[in-house]
């Protein structure tokens, strides 16, 4: 039987109102009922001796009625106190009627259940569930432990158990499909699904539930594990559902790689070279490109990013740069804009606080094809936006896209009659464990080796009771000829505004304390214009320390600055202080960076900051983020929906997922209905992202 056929209306105690507030939990059929599962339970399968009684616990307790009386204190309450011999134990109740004082008398037995709390003579429980046991029946302790489920208004635990009662006992018959690979479950050596599904459901007394909550008791591994292969599988079914489709093939470029590479002042690394070349291939092929390039910050992926425009460019195509921020997007336009306008090739500029006629002029530049490269935030995939003939797509992601960016990409080459190619970068590395789940759509190269000359830079944390003695050492450093500073202020409670007064008062204090020396001053509410004048300055050597907010965070590249101090860099993640530090460190000095938090740090900021100066290696640092923020933080699926398990845990299970990731692809490819059963059964009528 199928229990996903099965429709929850047919259980009984389920009519059309019950069915419908069940339908707001998302349980609809029998197998939604089953994968419905307790996240904790209450354990009334073994009397506590009320001697042993722990505040802050819940217990089943035997005991006889010692006395009982009607109290007023602040509240008037029945107080019943028993004993079981190891102790006393009050039990309060505020509502109670009359019929219930005078069947709690002297010396009957009771069990009773409840959460305990201290009082001021004994222990006491309020509102105990009561039974009445007489003295020659045997106690009647449950057999398995409660489980308690996630429910909403309406739905009563009692209820749901009463479901699950119904639908566990047709499991028991053996009647559940075992879908997982033999191999896979061996592997791991896993339980059946059934009981693992029925031990979760109702766990046998002296289980040990805080490895149950942990989420490391077999049972719990069984169903992390098939969760996660099914959640592999339906990302794989997104990958083969867009390769599919057709896309326009590209032939390598010859002319424009070649102008490009003349231009340069250097050659590129062979890893970049390995990438592009990773690319070119994809780019030929009739079907969409999925690739997501990754490497460490400064590994050179805009310029990879770049010449696989280049490539759907020669052949007289547009092609599209999406990035998360305005100010990244800027960048990249500068970027490109700097390398294209030698080749004769046209770059558009499109983000929302565009001037209405600038931005009519530019939509129409991306209409006509003029706009040969377009960069831009999101406002790319806008209504109103029409491209000429795009055929590629690059996205550099802070996170991340949900369903929704997707379907626009694939809209925006219409015209074509094409389904786009997309090339994802990733501003920082994803950790490895993350990058097999959230990313398994994508074919993966990564830039593995930094341009040469790159110093990895030496951080030192230090409080800011030492500010005097950085500022110290910042002066000799911008003395020195031919080397500057920066001098980092970062974000206080999200806004903008103070973070930029925090920096001028920053820059002027500073230049009090080191008059002989060139400051500078760089935020993110100074015009477009003239901040670029700042940073030309910077980068001229007109300006010796420059001052600035994160805005630099991007995009600065100015081999002489090696010293970079950064304010209170407890505020930040460790992701954008991995990208700030970045910008130090990559002409042939020695390079610096000094973390001056203001204590006491946070146990996190403690750890952060130690990470910082421990490795300078991004996918390091990605690891470590990962551990400390959790994948949704990390990935920003908070706001996309994407990986919202009911049991896994991607952090925890990481040793499972590379076992998983290849089982996946093997089953995918050989028994695509199995496959779409897994993917049902776990992810159901939830709306997971990149259904395309
Ligand atoms: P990221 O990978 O962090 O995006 P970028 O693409 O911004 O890195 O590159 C960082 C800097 O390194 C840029 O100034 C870029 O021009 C430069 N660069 C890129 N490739 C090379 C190379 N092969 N040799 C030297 N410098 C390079
Ligand atoms: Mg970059």
């Not at 449950?142 to 739905?155: F, K, S």
């Not at 209820?159 to 479950?185: F, H």
């Not at 805080?210 to 992390?224: D, E, I, T």
Request: hydrophobic share 40%.
């Amino acid at each position: 039987m199928n229990f996903k056929d099965y429709d929850i209306g047919e259980l009984k105690g389920v009519g059309p109102a019950m069915r419908e507030k069940l339908a707001r939990l998302g349980l609809e059929s029998w197998q939604d009922v089953l994968f419905h599962l307790p996240h904790r339970y209450e354990d009334r399968t073994r009397v506590v001796r009320i001697g042993d009684l722990v505040p802050g616990e819940s217990g089943l307790v035997l005991g006889t009625v010692e006395h009982c009386e009607i109290t007023f204190g602040k509240r008037r309450a029945l107080v019943c106190r028993i004993s079981d011999g190891s102790g006393f134990l009050d039990l309060r109740f505020f509502y109670f009627s009359k019929a219930q004082k005078d069947k709690l008398a002297r010396g009957r037995q009771i069990l009773c259940y409840g959460d305990i709390s201290s009082g001021r003579s004994y222990h006491s429980m309020i509102h105990p569930e009561v039974k009445y046991v007489s003295a020659h029946q045997p106690v009647p302790v449950d057999d398995r432990l409660t489980p308690i489920y996630p429910v909403t208004e309406g739905v009563k635990q009692f209820t749901l158990r009463k479901l699950t009662d119904q639908v566990l006992a047709k499991l028991k018959r053996g009647q559940l499909k075992e879908l997982l690979p033999e191999s896979i479950k061996s592997q791991h050596q896993m339980a059946d699904l059934a009981d693992a599904l029925f031990f979760v459901h109702r766990p046998p007394p002296g289980v040990d539930l805080n490895q149950m909550y942990s989420g490391q008791h077999p049972a719990k591994q069984r169903l992390a594990l098939e969760e996660l292969f099914a959640y592999n599988l339906s990302m794989l079914k997104l990958r083969s559902k867009i390769v599919r489709e057709p896309a326009q093939p590209l032939e390598p470029s010859v002319d424009l790689t070649r102008q490009l590479l003349e231009t340069l002042p250097f050659e590129l690394t062979g890893a970049q070279q390995k990438v592009i070349g990773e690319i070119q291939e994809d780019l030929k092929e009739p079907h969409p490109m999925l690739r997501l390039v990754q490497g460490d910050v400064g590994s050179g992926k805009t310029l990879v990013a770049a010449m696989a425009a280049l490539q759907a460019i020669e052949q007289g195509y547009q092609v599209a740069l999406m990035a998360p921020t305005e100010i990244l997007a800027e960048q990249h336009w500068n970027n490109f804009s700097g390398w294209f306008e030698k080749l004769n090739i046209q770059c558009g500029f499109l983000v929302s606080k565009l001037k209405a006629a600038e931005k009519r002029q530019m939509l129409e530049q991306i209409a006509s094809g003029d706009a040969q490269m377009v960069i831009g935030t999101h406002a790319l995939f806008q209504d109103g936006v029409n491209f000429h003939n795009l055929v590629l797509v690059i996205v550099d992601e802070q996170h991340r896209f949900g369903v929704h960016q997707r379907m626009a990409l694939k809209e925006k080459s219409k015209s074509t009659g094409f389904a786009p190619h997309q090339l994802i970068m990733t501003a920082t590395p994803i950790p490895r464990t993350l990058a097999m789940t959230a990313y398994a759509d994508l074919d993966t190269s990564i830039i593995d080796e930094l341009p040469p000359g790159r110093k990895p830079v030496q951080t030192v944390v230090l409080p800011d009771s030492r500010r005097e003695q950085v500022v110290q050492r910042v002066a000799d450093v911008c003395r020195t000829q031919g080397v500057q500073a920066y001098w980092v202020c970062t974000l206080i409670e999200e806004s903008e505004e103070l973070q930029c007064q925090a920096a001028e008062e920053s820059a002027r204090q500073l230049q009090e304390a080191i008059p002989d020396i060139r400051v500078g001053l760089v935020h993110g509410k100074m015009k477009p214009f003239d901040k670029q004048a700042v940073m030309d300055d910077f980068k001229a050597g007109n300006i010796d320390l420059l001052v600035a907010t994160t805005v630099i965070e991007v995009g600065v590249d100015v081999p002489n600055a090696s010293l970079m101090v950064i304010e209170n860099p407890e505020r930040l993640g460790l992701a954008q202080l991995h990208q700030l530090r970045g910008r130090v460190g990559r002409g042939h000095l020695e390079s610096h960076c000094v973390l001056l938090y203001h204590p006491p740090l946070s146990q996190n900021g403690q750890t952060r900051l130690e990470t910082m100066r421990a490795t300078n290696d991004g996918f390091k640092i990605a690891e470590k983020d990962l551990e400390i923020r959790g994948p949704g933080e990390v990935l920003g699926t908070r706001q996309t929906g994407l990986i919202q398990f009911k049991i896994a845990d991607v952090i925890r299970d990481r040793m499972l997922l590379p076992d998983i990731s290849k089982a996946a692809k093997v089953l995918y490819k050989e028994d695509p209905v199995m496959s779409d059963e897994l993917i049902e059964r776990w992810l159901g009528r939830r709306e997971v992202y990149g259904q395309v």
